[in-house]
Nanobody, 121 residues
Framework: QVQLVESGGASVAAGGSLRLSCAGS????????MAWFRQAPGKEREGVAF???????HYADPVKGRFTISKDAAKNIHYLQMNSLKPEDTAIYYC???????????????WGQGTQVTVSS
């Protein structure tokens, strides 16, 4: 059973950077799909960045060119590097994992506990 523990949320000024970390445990963590979602006050949770085995990375339009998702298989961690932060990036950020087979994500997702990112103007 995969479990996720997040860290790295903070308050920063607009234009600043943060790196979120998601430490995964469990036998199949490194072979699964990994992602980051966020939920701003009064809004639905939205996908921000994804890593799919065999399909690489992809990003939501609002964060393209500013955010980078990556993973360190040796450490069982996936990251979200956030640069050029804007006030509209303020949200609770959740890491996410799902089993993968043949490049497809399937089965029940696993969520991290969430970490607050606040960007002030």
């Amino acid at each position: 059973q995969v479990q996720l523990v997040e860290s790295g949320g903070a308050s920063v000024a607009a234009g600043g950077s943060l790196r979120l970390s998601c430490a995964g445990s469990g036998r199949y963590y490194n072979t699964g799909c990994m992602a980051w979602f966020r939920q701003a006050p009064g809004k639905e949770r939205e996908g921000v960045a994804f890593i799919t085995p065999g399909a690489g990375t992809h990003y939501a339009d609002p964060v393209k060119g500013r955010f980078t998702i990556s993973k360190d298989a040796a450490k069982n961690i996936h990251y979200l590097q956030m640069n050029s932060l804007k006030p509209e990036d303020t949200a609770i950020y959740y890491c996410w994992w799902r089993p993968a087979i043949l490049g497809n994500c399937y089965g029940d997702p696993v969520w991290g506990q969430g970490t607050q990112v606040t960007v002030s103007s």
